[in-house]
């Protein structure tokens, strides 16, 4: 069977990455140029991006933990440039999608898992909207990925999954390997560009260890890039 590596790329937004975002999340600087090189590359990519709205639970306004962060319009939602593929759709929350018109006077059209998998194979970067750590947390999104592998695995290739972005220490990017394991699927995580956030416990204490116990393996950049 053919292995075939899906990117999933989790929340790079300018409100994580960039010195001036809201939640700025320090990392190395080759985290930064691997995310880069990942974005230029032609493997197929889905992923997710944080996107709130004012009133986030997790907000410090509203009695969370963080301070405002990837509020949906603003500058902070976006990717960054070096992190922004060349054609993206930004998939809401819902299970019933509608999407706009493929010609003039046609109507919405529905985005069904079926599209979802025709634009991920036909180098579209698919990003599913979230609330909260999980890319799961879209209701589309379990259902779009599953006929995405089954589609694949009809014929006979391996989908394997390869997943970086920020971040870990069991934030988002832990929360979406973990539950591409959990749908039973190959998993690998892109640790070179991956950002920690070590609120928890270290890297190691928490990411590293989730991995090890879920049988995930860790890759690099350059094993994907070559």
Same mark, same amino acid.
């Given at each position: 069977m053919?292995t075939?590596y899906?990117?999933?790329?989790?929340d790079?937004?300018?409100?994580f *990455?960039?010195?001036?975002?809201a939640?700025?999340?320090?990392?190395?600087?080759?985290?930064?140029?691997?995310?880069s090189l990942l974005?230029?590359?032609?493997?197929?990519?889905?992923?997710s991006?944080d996107?709130?709205?004012?009133d986030?639970?997790e907000?410090?306004?509203?009695?969370?933990?963080?301070?405002?962060?990837?509020?949906?319009? =603003?500058?902070?939602?976006?990717?960054p440039?070096?992190a922004?593929?060349d054609n993206m759709?930004?998939?809401p929350?819902?299970r019933d999608?509608? *999407?706009?018109?493929?010609?003039?006077?046609?109507?919405?059209?529905?985005?069904?898992?079926?599209?979802?998998?025709?634009?991920? *194979?036909?180098?579209?970067s698919?990003?599913?909207?979230?609330?909260?750590?999980?890319?799961?947390?879209?209701?589309?999104?379990e259902?779009a990925?599953?006929h995405?592998v089954?589609t694949?695995?009809?014929?006979?290739i391996?989908?394997?999954?390869?997943v970086?972005g920020?971040?870990?220490?069991d934030f988002?990017?832990?929360?979406?390997?973990?539950?591409?394991?959990?749908?039973?699927?190959?998993?690998?995580?892109?640790?070179d560009?991956?950002?920690?956030l070590?609120?928890?416990?270290?890297?190691?204490e928490?990411?590293?260890?989730?991995?090890?116990k879920?049988?995930?393996?860790?890759?690099? =950049?350059?094993?994907?890039?070559?």
């Amino acid at each position: 069977m053919k292995t075939q590596y899906i990117l999933v790329d989790v929340d790079t937004q300018v409100d994580f *990455m960039l010195p001036h975002g809201a939640l700025y999340v320090p990392a190395l600087e080759a985290v930064a140029t691997n995310i880069s090189l990942l974005t230029q590359t032609s493997l197929p990519r889905l992923g997710s991006v944080d996107s709130h709205a004012y009133d986030a639970f997790e907000f410090q306004d509203n009695g969370g933990p963080f301070p405002p962060h990837c509020v949906k319009g =603003t500058e902070g939602w976006l990717k960054p440039a070096f992190a922004r593929p060349d054609n993206m759709r930004f998939v809401p929350m819902g299970r019933d999608l509608y *999407m706009g018109e493929s010609r003039a006077g046609e109507g919405n059209r529905a985005y069904t898992e079926e599209f979802f998998t025709e634009e991920v *194979m036909g180098g579209i970067s698919v990003y599913f909207e979230k609330e909260v750590y999980s890319l799961f947390a879209n209701p589309f999104a379990e259902k779009a990925i599953l006929h995405l592998v089954h589609t694949l695995t009809a014929k006979n290739i391996q989908p394997v999954f390869a997943v970086y972005g920020y971040c870990t220490g069991d934030f988002c990017v832990d929360a979406a390997a973990t539950g591409l394991a959990d749908l039973g699927v190959s998993v690998a995580l892109v640790l070179d560009a991956t950002a920690p956030l070590s609120v928890k416990g270290t890297l190691e204490e928490t990411t590293l260890k989730t991995m090890k116990k879920r049988g995930i393996p860790i890759l690099s =950049t350059v094993e994907l890039v070559s």
